[in-house]
């Protein structure tokens, strides 16, 4: 069963820009789809962005299109997240997510997350 380990959440002012980072324990990480998903308080868990297991394919949830960029690195078993013209809306604990069973854009159809990593916007 692969672990997933988020880092790079922060404060930051809107406008400014976030790398996030998932590491994955081993290897099975370059033989799944991956996707970042993100929580706000009091709302439910949304999809933001997606990445096939080759790196070819990606989605983005329409509120963050141009501005999110995900991609992956299988030689370092790592996932990414570039977030740029952060918002305050974007504030929120953000989750990678592996191994989607069917439909990508539901949180409920991946089978391994990781623990989260806090982002959050002041404006």
């Known amino acids: 069963q692969v672990q997933l380990v988020e880092s790079g959440g922060g404060l930051v002012q809107a406008g400014g820009s976030l790398r996030l980072s998932c590491a994955a324990s081993d290897r099975t990480f370059n033989n799944y789809d991956m996707a970042w998903f993100r929580q706000a308080p009091g709302k439910e868990r949304e999809f933001v962005a997606f990445i096939n297991w080759v790196g070819r394919g990606t989605y983005y949830a329409d509120s963050v299109k141009g501005r999110f960029t995900i991609s992956r690195d299988n030689a370092k078993n790592t996932l990414y997240l570039q977030m740029t013209s952060l918002k305050p809306e974007d504030t929120a604990v953000y989750y990678c997510?592996?191994?989607?069973?069917?439909?990508?854009?539901?949180?409920?159809?991946?089978?391994?997350w990781g623990q989260g990593t806090q982002v959050t916007v002041s404006s």
């Open positions: 997510a592996a191994n989607p069973t069917v439909g990508f854009y539901y949180a409920s159809s991946y089978r391994y």
